[in-house]
């Protein structure tokens, strides 16, 4: 099983970019499908994006997409979100999550979460 764990939350102002990462351990990363959700107060975990094992393609929930961007360097064992023009209901804890296939990724494997905050 890969352990994940993520990092590069914090609290940003509204407008503001944000990268997080995903460091992976323990299997080989590239054997993984990765995404990201959030889960913000009160409210239901989403799904935010996903990846590819190469990289070739990725996925978006339609409320990030033209501001996040997912990637991953497998030789570095690590994927990447950087978050564009935030907004405040982008506050959320953000998980990495890895999977064999991107529609079992909320069953897959889960990091510990970062938290993001978005000040107006």
């Known amino acids: 099983q890969v352990q994940l764990v993520e990092s590069g939350g914090g609290l940003v102002q509204a407008g503001g970019s944000l990268r997080l990462s995903c460091a992976a351990s323990?299997?080989?990363?590239?054997?993984?499908?990765m995404g990201w959700f959030r889960q913000a107060p009160g409210k239901e975990r989403e799904f935010v994006a996903a990846?590819?094992?190469?990289?070739?393609?990725?996925l978006y929930a339609d409320s990030v997409k033209g501001r996040f961007t997912i990637s991953r360097d497998n030789a570095k064992s690590t994927v990447y979100l950087q978050m564009n023009s935030l907004k405040p209901e982008d506050t959320a804890v953000y998980y990495c999550?890895?999977?064999?296939?991107?529609?079992?990724?909320?069953?897959?494997?889960w990091g510990q979460g970062t938290q993001v905050t978005v000040s107006s």
């Open positions: 990846i590819t094992r190469s990289g070739a393609n990725t």
């Open positions: 999550a890895a999977s064999t296939s991107t529609g079992t990724l909320a069953q897959g494997s």
């Open positions: 323990g299997r080989t990363v590239s054997d993984y499908v």
